[in-house]
């Protein structure tokens, strides 16, 4: 099973502020089949990435994602006030599918 | 618009059953893989089970092998998840999603509750 190291656990911004979000595999992610959502509260999670670095329809360009060896990153280049919330990163190169813990963006 | 409605959560007794339903709309359900994510509460995510289009191929996560069933009405555009011996570790919202390896659409989730 790959695991899935998500850093930090929590990132406190201010708007208008540069995100970089950390996702660690434990072994190669096959294909780069990493994914990003976006969850927040009482909301069910919203495909923002997939392929590591294909934004999903629909998803503003702010949002980027990138790989490098098994480290993945979720950036979110000038944070908007909806963009505070929780943020998973998802492997679908290996089964089962595994997703990681979380970093939680809050208001500085 | 894609819709993806849950329905069939509630409070259910150790041990009991419960068989979840996911109705679809706005997209060709037979043509997606479609999923089963759930989260418990304050927790992350964790994929349940998967479902070819055809229904002819699944795959669950190894802790729920034998206690749930995933399966799909293409006719109904319905997706199920029955769930038997329920745990009190199975309290979660559950998710139907559609799937291409990454879950591209998601319903708002029903709330299964197994007390302790």
């Known amino acids: 099973e790959i695991v899935l190291t998500q850093s930090p656990g929590t990132l406190s911004l201010s708007p208008g502020e540069r995100a970089t979000l950390s996702c660690r595999a434990s072994?190669?992610?096959?294909?780069?089949?990493l994914a990003w959502y976006q969850q927040k509260p009482g909301q069910a999670p919203r495909l923002l990435i997939y392929g590591a670095s294909s934004r999903a329809t629909g998803i503003p360009d702010r949002f980027s994602g990138s790989e490098s060896g098994t480290d993945f990153t979720l950036t979110i280049s000038r944070l908007e006030p909806e963009d505070f919330a929780v943020y998973y990163c998802?492997?679908?190169?290996?089964?089962?599918?595994?997703f990681g813990q979380g970093t939680k963006v809050e208001v500085k | 618009e894609v819709r993806l409605v849950e329905s069939g959560g509630g409070l259910v007794q150790p041990g009991g059953s419960l068989r979840l339903s996911c109705a679809a709309s706005g997209f060709t359900f037979s043509s997606y893989w479609m999923s089963w994510v759930r989260q418990a509460p304050g927790k992350g995510l964790e994929w349940v089970a998967s479902i070819k289009q055809d229904g002819n191929e699944k795959s669950y996560v190894d802790s729920m092998k034998g206690r749930f069933t995933i399966s799909r009405d293409n006719a109904k555009n319905s997706l199920y998840l029955q769930m038997n011996s329920l745990r009190a570790e199975d309290t979660a919202v559950y998710y139907c999603a559609s799937s291409r390896g990454y879950y591209e659409n998601w319903g708002q989730g029903t709330l299964v509750t197994v007390p302790s």
């Open positions: 998802q492997q679908y190169g290996g089964s089962p599918r595994t």
């Open positions: 072994q190669s992610v096959s294909s780069s089949y």
